[in-house]
């Protein structure tokens, strides 16, 4: 199992994050790496780690990307529930002129009864279930963002274990 620093590492050695980062700060911004979370699941670990831009001359840094690591993969989005689709195989496509296409109506929920679950990387079906709990998952996220911001530590941390919950929730339902 990694430990926290481990990702940090992989997350610094990834080419596209890397890369990004760098580009980042060579315009005029600072990127600032948020907390890491580190989310236990069943017997590993699920890595989350929020990514802020700041302008040179703006004070208020901006959540631009969320970073999420199970150890041996690496994916960094702008939201918690893109991280989490990418990182568990999921992808999201439109049909034509705009409607979901299957996999993206599972994603978000819109399934029908000829359309109970999407295929999306091979072998991985995503569920409405798994679909509802990483919204939900993201949703608490960015509450939880919120507060840090806020400075009101008992809604941060009542965010975090719900976080957590819905975490693990998705972790059994995707095994």
Not at 47 to 71: D, F, H, M, W
Not at 157 to 172: C, F, T
């Amino acid at each position: 199992m990694f430990g926290r620093m481990q990702v940090e590492g992989r997350i610094d050695q990834d080419p596209t994050i890397s890369s990004q980062f760098t580009l980042w700060s060579q315009s005029g911004s600072k990127v600032i790496r948020g907390n890491m979370l580190v989310i236990p699941i069943g017997g590993s670990n699920l890595y989350v780690e929020p990514i802020y831009l700041q302008a040179q001359n703006g004070p208020i840094p901006e959540l631009k990307r969320v970073v999420v690591s199970t150890g041996n993969r690496v994916v960094m989005e702008p939201t918690l529930e893109e991280a989490l689709n990418r990182l568990f195989g999921v992808t999201v496509a439109t049909g034509p002129a705009g409607t979901p296409s299957p996999a993206a109506a599972a994603t978000t929920g819109q399934a029908t009864a000829q359309q109970p679950a999407a295929q999306s990387a091979p072998g991985v079906t995503v569920t409405p279930d798994a679909a509802a709990l990483i919204r939900s998952a993201n949703d608490h996220f960015t509450r939880a963002q919120e507060a840090l911001k806020a400075g009101d530590w008992a809604r941060y941390g009542d965010e975090q274990r719900a976080l957590q919950a819905d975490l693990q929730r998705l972790a059994e339902i995707t095994r």
